[in-house]
Nanobody, 124 residues
Framework: QVQLVETGGGLVQAGGSLRLSCAASGRAFSTYAMAWFRQAPGKEREFVGSVGRTATITYYADVVQGRFTISRDNAKSTVYLQMNNLNPEDTAVYYC?????????????????WGQGTQVTVSS
């Protein structure tokens, strides 16, 4: 089992940047593939990005690719999401997720450990 806690959310103006962190405790962090999802009011949870266990492979949703960067530091048991050039459509609760499923999934159903979420609000 693993517990995940997201931090770093907040209010930012359009064009600004935020860096989210997800600290993990419990089982060895390096055994999990990690991902970020987001959910805006009235919408389903949306894939943002994922990173493999060794951080050598990453995937991104088309809508964030080039603006967002996912990374991990296994020594710190932490995964990050650097978000640049934010726009109001990025406003959502951002969730960190972990899985032991083989591969680096991009669907929420493949992840069985979730953080509580952190709110990101981008003003226009």
């Amino acid at each position: 089992q693993v517990q995940l806690v997201e931090t770093g959310g907040g209010l930012v103006q359009a064009g600004g940047s935020l860096r989210l962190s997800c600290a993990a405790s419990g089982r060895a962090f390096s055994t999990y593939a990690m991902a970020w999802f987001r959910q805006a009011p009235g919408k389903e949870r949306e894939f943002v990005g994922s990173v493999g266990r060794t951080a050598t492979i990453t995937y991104y949703a088309d809508v964030v690719q080039g603006r967002f960067t996912i990374s991990r530091d296994n020594a710190k048991s932490t995964v990050y999401l650097q978000m640049n050039n934010l726009n109001p459509e990025d406003t959502a609760v951002y969730y960190c997720a972990a899985t032991l499923v083989y591969g680096i999934p991009t669907i929420a159903a493949a992840y069985n450990y979730w953080g509580q979420g952190t709110q990101v609000t981008v003003s226009s």
